[in-house]
């Protein structure tokens, strides 16, 4: 009677411990051993990890020279302090980092009790990459911003193991607008971090696929150069919305970069080459809203490749809700060959009507300051452009003052005074 009760016992326990073995699925999140049962457990622990949390995240360097404790947050206060049981074994076994803090011969090495400071947005990472060390496997989440907050943490503490686990969990789930963003950054140390930043490139590119939707304008705004490069670039931008995506990189960049020159150095160089047909006068540009006060520069060659007959077109520029554009061109008189620079207003029903004021200066040597040379005031409802003309062998002499640097400096001042009603 005693071995018939038993043997049901026994094959009840077997099948307790088939279905709680690992799926295939669940074994490639596997990475070594688990000791899911030693975490935070004094038996099974020879030292205490005590964690204090600050409110800042300014860092001193973790690379253990110099310090008494695996990571140092200076003259910050201390929010709360949490208190870990942990094995300096497991732990050294899965990272150089505590390897070094154990057995460096660092002040607490020799201790029992060790300290950690870091800062209270790493906290719920550094907690879940401290049990992923003891498990070995990566608890399901749908969260891929803490991905990257463990994938950060696993970098900082040197957790390969686990950096590999959360660097594949990112690629495998859909990220948002926060992870993408982070992705981007991610140090080339990082095991898959090519493979992680194209994937938030593609997020990008199929998210914002309508960019210039109002409904995308105010997130776009916080989006960084890396996402508007991978959102432009692999987009189809047709030559009717040409316009439309300049004026979208303008809004941006005036958001991102207050300081003019860093903002003329990010449009011209990074984004203004990935549109289409956006030729000669883009090499540099600088706008100052609301104002009307456009500048632009055309490179010397591109001027050469105007004679005889040639002629450029900036993209749009806005003032008082109205469209405009500067047309530069060589062109043939009976005399002589000229080279003329117009303003042309676009026609924009229901924008607001008045006299507009136009104001043309180029920058000239040795002065070095913007020359008046043309002043002009039309009504909104004249459309015919308005502009000034200097002798081409004049402009294009080896000794001409308007190059600087084998650069033309244009400046376009736009001003419209609303008619009263």
Known sequence: MAEGRWKPVIWMRRKRLRDDAPTEAEAEALVGESFDFAFDNEAFSDRVLRVEVVGSEEENGADGKGIDSSCTVMDTPVLRVNTIHVSSAILAAKSPFFLKLFSNGMKESDQRHATLTIADSEEKAFMAL??????????PTTESTLL???????????????MKLCSQGLIDLPMTLESAVRCLDLPCTIPLAAAIKEAAKTFFAETYKEFLSTKFQDELMRVPLAGIRAILSRNHLGIVSEGAVYE?????????????????????????????????????????HPSGIINFTIKREKCYGLFPLGSMRSPPFHCAGRRFYLTARCMATEQLQIFGL????????????????????????????????????TTTDSKQPVGCR????????????????????????????????
């Not at 401290?130 to 608890?139: D, E, P, V």
């Not at 990257?148 to 686990?162: I, R």
């Not at 002499?397 to 033309?408: G, K, M, N, R, V």
């Not at 244009?410 to 009603?421: A, F, G, R």
Request: with cysteine; aromatic share 8%; hydrophobic share 40%.
């Open 148 to 162: 990257v907050d463990m994938l950060m943490a696993a970098d900082k503490f040197e957790v390969v193991s686990c």
């Open 390 to 421: 200097v002798p081409w062998s004049e402009f294009i002499a080896d000794d001409s003052p308007y190059f600087i640097d084998d650069e033309l400096h244009l400046q376009v001042h736009v001003k419209i005074t609303p008619q009263p009603e």
């Open 130 to 139: 401290l049990h992923l060390m003891y498990t070995g496997k990566l608890t």
């Open 248 to 288: 979208f990189m303008l809004r941006w960049a005036c958001s991102q970069y207050s300081n003019s020159e860093e903002r003329h150095k990010i449009l011209s160089s990074r984004l203004l080459p990935l549109v289409p047909r956006v030729l000669g006068m883009n090499d540099s540009i600088l706008i100052d």
């Open 342 to 377: 117009s303003v042309n207003m676009l026609e924009d029903k229901g924008a607001v009507r008045g006299t507009v004021g136009y104001k043309i200066g180029v920058k000239t040597r040795p002065s070095l300051q913007f020359v008046t040379k043309h002043i002009s005031s």
